[in-house]
């Protein structure tokens, strides 16, 4: 069963716009949830990541935000560029089982 | 620091064919999580080995199977390929440190079933 759900499925941003992915997640234990950018022809790269005890990480241009008692999370990516298009993959995981969203699939217009 | 590379890229069988990839993880790494990823059905876990054995294995058939050597290696084994096994092949490796879990993609094998 689909543990991480994650929407929106496809997302269009002009240049210099925030782009906003969100995800949910039902299993409590979870422990660990990382965002993944994925190119076409390549694997997933680790974007960044975050633990629950923290409600905001922020890496540059993108942040996560973490909301426990929601069970959500999600990616901003601040003033998007056209090299930020890729899909991205939220994740869940306790220990070594992971779990994945669905992807988003965001294109940033020029 | 080299990543995570995977053999062959592309690959093309038939029907009824088995088929073997294989995944050099980070140097160090020692745990190796094989995922399977379709337009349809995104990201889905095979297994995960650590120092050799299989800890952790996904929804999958028999027909997948797969080991890990001593230096970490590993390798993933589909039998009797069905056309709905066309996919990419993505190994990733973690330390499994600590409390580090982070996972690291390598470029993935593509698998085209005819």
């Known amino acids: 069963q689909q543990q991480v759900k994650q929407s929106p499925q496809s997302l269009i941003v002009q240049k210099g716009g925030i782009s906003i992915i969100n995800c949910a997640y039902e299993?409590?234990?979870?422990?660990?949830f990382p965002w993944y950018q994925q190119f076409p022809g390549k694997g997933p790269a680790l974007l960044i990541a975050?633990?629950?005890?923290?409600s905001e990480k922020k890496e540059g241009r993108f942040t996560i935000s973490f909301n426990k008692s929601a069970k959500q999370f999600s990616l901003h990516i601040m003033d998007s560029q056209p090299g930020d298009s890729a899909t991205y993959f939220c994740?869940?995981?306790?220990?070594?089982?992971?779990?994945f969203g669905a992807g988003t699939r965001l294109t940033v217009k020029p | 620091k080299a990543g995570v590379t995977q053999t062959p890229r592309y690959l093309i069988k038939t029907r009824g064919q088995q088929v073997t990839l294989s995944c050099s993880p980070i140097?160090?790494?020692?745990?190796v999580s094989w995922y399977q990823q379709t337009p349809g059905q995104g990201l889905q876990f095979l297994f995960e080995?650590?120092?050799?054995?299989?800890?952790n294995k996904g929804n999958f058939p028999g027909r997948f199977s797969g080991r890990q050597f001593s230096n970490s290696r590993s390798e993933m084994n589909v039998s009797t390929l069905e056309l709905g096994d066309s996919a990419l092949y993505l190994c990733?490796?973690?330390?499994?440190?600590?409390?580090?879990?982070?996972?690291?993609f390598g470029p993935g094998t593509r698998l085209t079933v005819t």
């Open positions: 299993n409590t234990a979870f422990d660990y």
């Open positions: 080995y650590f120092s050799e054995t299989q800890r």
């Open positions: 975050i633990r629950p005890d923290v």
């Open positions: 990733a490796s973690s330390l499994l440190g600590g409390n580090s879990y982070e996972q690291y």
């Open positions: 140097s160090g790494h020692r745990s």
């Open positions: 994740a869940a995981s306790k220990g070594n089982d992971m779990r």
